[in-house]
């Protein structure tokens, strides 16, 4: 088994705690269904918001969740690169699994697909 990393990102329209909740779960949702992740298989999730995006944690989203109590969560802010992307919601979860790192599906949604036209659905 080894250790990989999945990135997903997913961008909102404002700076309010709702929806940036519920894009948080929008993209987790995503993620777990696209890699077939459960709870007990995460080591760990590194959440990043863009400097614009302060209303509320998105972590707070997910410690909500039933057994997702003891998954390990970080907030932090992302780099503020002058002309990226606003609004930006980014993941990194660190997983347990057996799937080679060219079988882990990241997931880039809505105006985030930009970050990575290459990985992004249609």
């Given amino acids: 088994m080894s250790v990989r990393g999945v990135r997903g990102a997913i961008t909102v329209d404002v700076n309010e705690p709702q929806p940036i909740l ?3 779960m929008e ?5 777990v269904k696209e890699n077939e992740i459960v709870p007990e298989d995460i080591c760990s ?10 209303a509320t944690f998105p972590a707070s989203a997910i410690r909500q969740l039933s057994g997702w109590e003891l ?4 907030c932090a802010l992302e780099v503020p690169v002058k002309g990226s992307l606003e609004k ?8 347990n699994t057996e799937k080679s790192q060219a079988e882990i599906k990241h997931v880039y949604l809505g105006g985030a697909q930009a970050l990575r036209p290459d990985l992004s659905k249609s």
Avoid: Y
Wanted: glycine share 6%.
């Fill in 22 to 24: 519920k894009a948080t």
């Fill in 27 to 31: 993209l987790l949702g995503e993620i």
């Fill in 45 to 54: 999730v590194m959440i990043t918001v863009t400097g614009d995006l302060d």
């Fill in 71 to 74: 998954v390990p969560l970080m």
């Fill in 88 to 95: 930006c919601i980014r993941f990194m979860l660190h997983i």
